[in-house]
């Protein structure tokens, strides 16, 4: 069996993290706050737990953690839509999402550490929600009868909130189809709670098990700010890397919390000493609800080159993506008049790679409010209104 090396600060410490659904359980709010935020919470629904919490600096109103987890009036603002990716058109079977030939998507879990305020599948947690999987078996089925797909994403919500028997059995079943070579995991548990790692041994031996020299294991985590890297999280990670999992790290830019480039920059390089390279930089989603967190193209592009000048060329691998209906499309330039897009991946084969060339838009926020250059239209253009723009 294999025998997790433990940092002796950690070594007894099991640790109870509560979950909390209801905000007037949050005594450090006034109840005038909570009173404002009672219905925002109901509409949207609110989670978060105790280690969390304990992150919070209360006497700040803009503290980036807060901000994170506690709702904001502005919430309630009309903008964006639930499904601004149009998700729902590439779910292919009970909680399989398929847009890009070799990868899959398997939306196992319904449930985060925490709900993230500007969360991009808030429908999730919703009632009525049926877009996570009901019947594993029959995800596994259309993976297994899927030749063309070498790589599968499990993700939701947070992947780590499943019990470990459960995700033992999932990542199992998927490790018995000979064409997945690549296992990834989403989750924000690093940084949300990350005593559901130090807590079970078990959890890290059986990620050890499957993640094999020819089929590596990783896991996306997701950490917003530096204040998230606490010494439970770098042990939490210590530990999975241990065990010969990848850790690569994806995140939005979000107004408020990693809207800055110090922020970004102080973010990356703690990663990276963590051993976690910084991969993904998502231009927020205009998902209902995110007034209060969008921060426009333009602004964002300056502000993440500003970040990478100062970091090493580990750093300067980051790429600034928007995943749009028609595919993931990287953020490649901006000058006086134009922003310069490419397709990073495609959801139209043909589309890979293609470039886009738009007239510069200082307000916006998603592709489909930027005008193509001529010869640059794009036919997926237009697919949701233009609620989300900011004036
Ligand atoms: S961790 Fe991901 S799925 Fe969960 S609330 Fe945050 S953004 Fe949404």
């Given amino acids: 069996m294999y025998n997790i090396q433990k940092n002796t600060f950690f070594q007894n410490s099991r640790k109870h993290v509560r979950y909390i659904s209801d905000i007037d359980k949050i005594k450090q709010l006034s109840p005038d706050e909570r009173d ?49 990716s149009n998700e729902k058109r590439n779910t292919v079977n009970s909680g399989v999402q398929h847009k890009y030939g070799s990868t899959v998507l398997f939306l196992v879990s319904e449930s985060c550490a925490s709900f993230c305020r ?33 790589n599968v994403l499990l993700t939701g919500g947070d992947t780590l909130m499943l019990k ?8 199992g079943q998927i490790r018995r189809i000979k064409h997945i070579k690549v296992i990834r995991i989403g989750s924000k548990i690093p940084a949300y709670n990350p005593y559901r790692i130090l807590n079970d041994d078990s959890l890290v031996e059986m990620l050890k098990k499957y993640s094999e020299p020819s089929r590596r294991i990783y896991l996306m985590c997701h950490f917003d700010h530096p204040k998230e890297i606490t010494p439970q999280s770098r042990e939490a990670i210590r530990r999975i890397i241990d065990a010969g999992i990848i850790c690569l790290n994806q995140n939005p830019i979000i107004r408020g919390i990693s809207d800055s ?28 609800g995110n007034t209060p967190y969008a921060v426009p193209i333009v602004e964002a592009y300056r502000k993440i080159e500003k970040a990478k000048a ?39 084969h043909q589309d890979n790679q293609r470039l886009i060339i738009c007239y510069r838009d200082n307000n916006a926020v998603w592709l489909d409010q930027l005008k193509p250059v001529k010869g640059f239209e794009n036919r997926y253009y237009s697919e949701i209104n233009d609620s989300f723009r900011i004036n």
């Fill in 36 to 84: 404002t935020l009672r219905e925002i919470a109901i509409k949207y629904p609110f989670r978060v737990n105790s280690y969390y919490l304990n992150l919070i600096n209360w006497d700040d109103p803009n503290d980036p953690i807060r901000r994170l987890v506690i709702p904001h009036r502005d919430e309630l603002l009309e903008w964006g839509s639930l499904d601004c």
């Fill in 118 to 150: 500007y969360c991009f599948r808030k429908r999730l947690f919703l009632k009525g929600n049926k877009e996570t999987t009901i019947n594993i078996e029959e995800g596994l089925k259309y993976i297994r009868n899927h030749p063309e797909v070498d």
């Fill in 164 to 171: 470990t028997e459960k995700l033992d059995y999932i990542i």
């Fill in 261 to 288: 480039p110090a922020v970004m920059k102080k973010l990356w390089k703690e990663l990276t000493y963590m051993g976690v390279a910084q991969y993904y930089v998502f231009q927020n989603r205009p998902t209902i």
């Fill in 310 to 348: 100062e970091c090493s060329g580990l750093a300067k691998r980051i790429k600034y993506v928007m995943s749009h209906s028609s595919g993931k499309i990287e953020i490649v330039g901006v000058d006086s008049k134009h922003i310069y897009l490419k397709y990073h991946q495609a959801a139209k």
